[in-house]
C-alpha cells in the first residue's frame, strides 16, 4: 500500500517516566487508533504491554505508516530524544504497527497555538459560544498568538513533508492543523492530502467574526487538501457556505468541488460511529462488572438518568442539570424514584472560562442535592474524576441517557450508550449534536436552550414502556455501528485516488 501519514495534535500513545529514567507507553484511545490499526491491517496480538524501548526501524507488520504528533509532556519528549532519528516504533503496540514522530514544539508556542488559538478561538467560533457583546476582541496580542497557530502548524507541515515518500497519503486531523494542508501543499506537491474536521463548522454569519484575514487563511489551509471531509452533510455545507465568500474561489454545489488558485479540493462527509464488537468486550471486563455493582448499591431499585461529558462549554452540563432539577419541580412523583448520574470530567483546566464553568457545574449539582436530597435519597450524583470503567458501568445501566450539547461535531456518548445497554435505554438528544442526523428517528430530540422542553422529554423518556425502549434502542444500536471507525478512516484514504 502507499505510504499513509497521520497528523494530530494528540498522537495514538503517550508516555510516562520513572524516577529511574524507564519509560512506559499507553495507548490512546478514540477512533484514529483504532481506524488506523484496521487500514494497516497491523494489529496483531504480539504481546499486550512492554516496555517503551526504541527502535527508529518500522517492523516488517507495519509498511510505511507514521503518525506525527505534539510532544505532550516531558515524558513524550524523553521517549522522542532516545530514538535515533526521533521516530519511536510501535509495531506490537496494537495502535496500527505504525512509527511516530513526536514533535518538540516550544512550550511557548504550543500553549499560544493550541490554548489561545485553536481552543480559545477556533473551538469557540465553530461550536457558537462567544458571548459577543464581551468576546472576541482581536487585538495585537491575538495576531501574537496567530503566529504562533502559524508556527506550530508550519512544524508539522516540515516533519510531513520530510519523512513523506513520493505519492504519500497525508491524513491531517482536525481545527488544531487547519493550516497545514497548505503549508504541505506548497512544500510537498506530490502528496495526497486529506483533511478531516471532527467539530462542527461555523455559518457564515458567525464565521465572520474571525479576522478576515484570519478567516481567509482557515479556509485556504484546508483547501490546500485534496480532500475535505466533515462528520455530518450540515458542516460540509457550511464550509462550502462559507468558501463563497473567498475571492477567487469557485464552489461546485453539485460535484461537492471548491476550486482556488486552480486547484481542486473534493469535500465528503464520513459519518463516525462506534466498533461495537471492540466496546462491548471492554464493558465484559472485571472493572467494569465491579464498578457496576457499585453503582447498583448506591442507585437501588430507581429508575437512572445518566450522563456522560467533560466540563466543555459546549455539552451544556448546566442547562441539562437545571433541566433534571426543573422534572424534580414539576413533577414530585419522581422525588425518590429517580436518580441522575452525571460523570462531567474536567476539561481544559488551564483556560479560565473552563475553570468557571467547572465550578458552575459543581454549584448547581450542590444546589439540587440540598433542595431535594433526602436521609435515604441521593438525587444526584456527580462523577468529576475520570473513570472510564465507571462510564461504561453507568451505559449498562441506564434507563435514559441525557445527551444535550449545544453543538457537536457527531457525538459519540449518544451512540456508545444504547450499544452497551443492558435493557434498552431511551436517549434525550440535542438536535444539535451531529449524532441527530443518524439517531433522531429513535431518540427524543430536544433543542438544547429550552430547559422546560428537556425537563419534559426526560420525563416522557421515564414513562416510555420498557418494550418501546428496547425496541428503539436495538435500532440506536445498529445505527451507532454501521459506520466504525475502521471504515470511516478508510473511506477518507479511498477519497484520495
Known amino acids: 500500500m502507499s505510504q499513509v501519514l497521520v497528523a494530530s495534535n494528540r498522537g495514538p500513545v503517550s508516555f510516562s517516566l520513572s524516577d529511574g529514567g524507564e519509560l512506559t507507553m499507553r495507548r490512546g484511545g478514540g477512533g484514529l487508533v483504532s481506524g488506523l490499526a ?77 490554548n489561545a488559538v485553536a481552543n480559545s478561538t477556533l473551538w469557540f467560533v465553530h461550536h457558537l459560544l462567544y458571548d459577543t457583546p464581551r468576546s472576541p476582541h482581536f487585538d495585537a496580542r491575538a495576531r501574537r498568538d496567530w503566529q504562533s497557530y502559524e508556527a506550530y502548524n508550519a512544524a508539522f507541515a516540515d516533519a510531513l513533508a520530510r519523512d513523506a515518500a513520493p505519492g504519500a497519503k497525508a491524513a491531517i486531523q482536525d481545527y488544531h492543523l487547519s493550516l497545514a494542508p497548505r503549508m504541505l501543499r506548497d512544500r510537498r506537491p506530490d502528496l495526497k492530502i486529506v483533511h478531516f474536521s471532527h467539530t462542527p463548522w461555523a455559518p457564515p454569519e458567525y464565521y465572520r467574526l474571525l479576522p478576515d484575514d484570519l478567516g481567509s487563511q482557515i479556509l485556504l489551509g484546508i483547501l490546500g487538501a485534496d480532500h475535505a471531509g466533515f462528520l455530518t452533510e450540515r458542516w460540509a455545507s457550511a464550509f462550502l457556505d462559507c468558501c463563497e465568500m473567498l475571492p477567487g474561489a469557485r464552489v461546485d454545489r453539485a460535484a461537492r468541488t471548491v476550486t482556488w488558485s486552480g486547484h481542486v479540493t473534493r469535500v465528503g462527509v464520513h459519518g463516525l460511529g462506534v466498533d461495537g464488537t471492540a466496546l462491548r468486550q471492554r464493558a465484559a471486563e472485571q472493572d467494569v462488572a465491579e464498578r457496576a455493582r457499585a453503582l447498583r448499591e448506591q442507585v437501588g431499585g430507581r429508575q437512572l438518568i445518566v450522563r456522560v461529558d467533560r466540563t466543555e462549554l459546549s455539552k451544556n452540563i448546566v442547562r441539562g442539570l437545571a433541566a433534571y432539577r426543573e422534572l424534580l419541580v414539576n413533577h414530585p412523583e419522581w422525588r425518590g424514584r429517580v436518580v441522575h448520574l452525571a460523570f462531567a470530567y474536567p476539561s481544559r483546566y488551564d483556560l479560565p472560562e473552563y475553570r468557571e464553568y467547572t465550578a458552575a457545574v459543581e454549584r448547581t449539582a450542590k444546589q439540587i442535592t440540598e433542595e431535594f436530597g433526602t436521609a435515604d435519597w441521593d438525587p444526584l450524583i456527580l462523577q468529576v474524576n475520570d473513570d472510564y470503567p465507571r462510564s461504561l458501568a453507568a451505559y449498562g445501566l441506564a434507563d435514559v441517557l441525557l445527551v444535550n450539547p449545544i453543538r457537536d461535531g457527531m457525538n459519540l456518548v449518544a451512540k456508545e450508550g444504547p450499544v452497551l445497554s443492558e435493557r434498552g435505554c431511551a436517549l434525550v438528544l440535542s438536535r444539535e449534536a451531529g449524532a ?52 470511516w478512516f478508510a473511506d477518507q484514504l479511498a477519497a484520495l485516488d
Not at 505508516?65 to 509495531?91: F, K, M, N, Y
Not at 430547559?451 to 425502549?469: D, I
Not at 435500532?475 to 471504515?487: D, H, K, S
Request: proline share 6%; glycine share 10%.
Open 38 to 114: 484496521a487500514v494497516t491491517g497491523a494489529s496483531r496480538d504480539r504481546g499486550a504491554e512492554r516496555g517503551a524501548g526504541v527502535d527508529a526501524d518500522p517492523s516488517e507488520d507495519a509498511p510505511g505508516v507514521l503518525w506525527v504528533c505534539a510532544s505532550l509532556g516531558e515524558a513524550d519528549r524523553t521517549a522522542a530524544r532516545r530514538s535515533p532519528d526521533g521516530r519511536i516504533d510501535l509495531a506490537g503496540y496494537e495502535t496500527g504497527g505504525a512509527a511516530v514522530r513526536m514533535l518538540d514544539i516550544p512550550e511557548g508556542t504550543f500553549h499560544r497555538a493550541y
Open 436 to 487: 441527530a442526523a443518524e439517531l433522531s428517528e429513535d431518540a427524543l430530540t430536544v433543542n438544547p436552550f429550552d430547559v422546560s422542553q428537556t425537563a419534559e422529554t426526560l420525563h416522557r423518556a421515564l414513562l416510555m414502556p420498557r418494550n418501546e425502549r428496547s425496541e428503539r434502542c436495538g435500532r440506536l444500536a445498529t445505527a451507532a455501528t454501521a459506520l466504525p471507525p475502521q471504515r
